[in-house]
């Protein structure tokens, strides 16, 4: 192994043992944070601009990570406290009592238990982060093994909805203008990387399958590639990584004048989540082309990729998706208050 090849493999490594140690996070918090600086670019000097401001007291950069931040809120009995102050430095901007209570307030509305070994039934706001839909599948439909009404799909559409001055719709709670902001800002962030949306179902052979109900999916899942390991790391967290060289790149003007090429989609804001989950899901499946899956040992599968083509080829996916997610992101807030 060269001695760049070692640094970027202790890089890589150094990245994803920090990252353990975080809230789980599609993209991490500078990834989530690079998708709130472009969309901030975006409206920068408009009346958009202005209401954001006036909703969240700040930006949507420093918002994008609130919903990650709140994973830390857990209960003990019927008492539910914010356990991680001081150790995450993008959350300390909300580790003042009054925004601790907020986060409290959220998950309390959307959880009977969390903390511990609480499931995603129990503390339902952890499952508002992803969609389990199979790659290979052509659009994403809340009828598939791997949708539910808990999805991030339908979590964003609850955020708009509320955003919009309605109810949020059931089972998700979310109540009020800024708590929705916060959660849409990260939540298109999570609705962006591919396998918060795409999941490869598999045999213990390691062969792909498509289930055809919840139970075979249940049965053939590996939690969004977090029992696929690459060299020893899950694949999930490998595509969590963002390079720190393209969050500063993309946050430093980059990333808003590729945007700005990011056509608004079609059709009624709040059918717009349910066509962006057909984007990522369709290119979900290029996380796994090139890997080579081996059979099943205890509750994992090996995976090997060719180097350094594979990762040449995530790192153009993750600017791609981040740079979709910051046009979409504005797109919202320019929709509902031009």
């Known amino acids: 192994m060269s001695r760049n090849a070692r640094w970027r493999q202790t890089l890589l490594a150094t990245a994803l043992t920090a990252a353990a140690a975080l809230p789980a996070a599609a993209w991490g918090p500078n990834g989530h944070q690079t998708v709130g600086a472009i969309a901030d670019q975006l409206i920068a000097g408009t009346p958009t601009a202005q209401k954001v401001r006036a909703v969240l ?10 919903a990650d931040c709140a994973r830390a809120v857990e209960s003990s009995g019927s008492n539910w406290t914010y356990t991680q102050s001081g150790t995450h430095k993008e959350c300390a901007q909300f580790e003042n009592e009054s925004s ?22 129990q503390c ?3 499952a508002y982060h992803f969609t389990d839909i199979a790659i290979g599948q052509p659009r994403y439909d809340p009828a598939l093994p791997g949708a539910s009404p808990n999805d991030l799909v339908h979590a964003i559409g609850a955020a708009i909805t509320v955003l919009q001055g309605g109810p949020s719709p059931a089972p998700i709670n979310i109540v009020g203008q800024r708590e929705a902001l916060r959660l849409l800002a ?10 918060h949306v795409g999941s490869i179902y598999l045999s213990d052979a390691g062969q792909a399958m498509n289930p055809t109900t919840p139970q075979e999916a249940h049965e053939h899942d590996n939690a969004g590639g977090n029992q696929l390991l690459l060299k020893g790391w899950k694949l999930h967290a490998v595509w969590d990584d963002v390079p720190g060289k393209l969050t500063t790149t993309l946050m430093t003007g980059a990333g808003a004048t590729q945007a700005r090429k990011v056509k608004t ?19 979900a499946d290029q996380v796994f082309k090139g ?4 059979p099943k040992a205890g509750d994992t599968w090996a995976v090997t990729a060719t180097e350094p083509g594979y990762r040449l080829a995530r790192e153009a996916l993750q600017q791609a998706q981040i740079v979709k ?9 320019s929709t509902l208050w031009p």
């Open 57 to 66: 007291g700040g930006n949507l950069q420093l918002a994008s990570v609130w």
């Open 100 to 121: 601790q209570a907020a986060m409290v307030a959220f998950v309390k509305r959307n959880a009977s238990r969390c903390g511990g070994f609480a499931s995603h039934a």
């Open 124 to 126: 339902r706001h952890k």
């Open 186 to 195: 990260h939540y298109i962030g999570d609705l962006h990387q591919p396998l």
């Open 265 to 283: 989609t079609r059709g009624l804001i709040n059918q717009w989540p349910t066509v962006w989950a057909g984007d990522t899901l369709a290119d």
């Open 291 to 294: 890997l080579k899956i081996a």
């Open 325 to 333: 997610a910051g046009a979409r992101l504005a797109q919202v807030v």
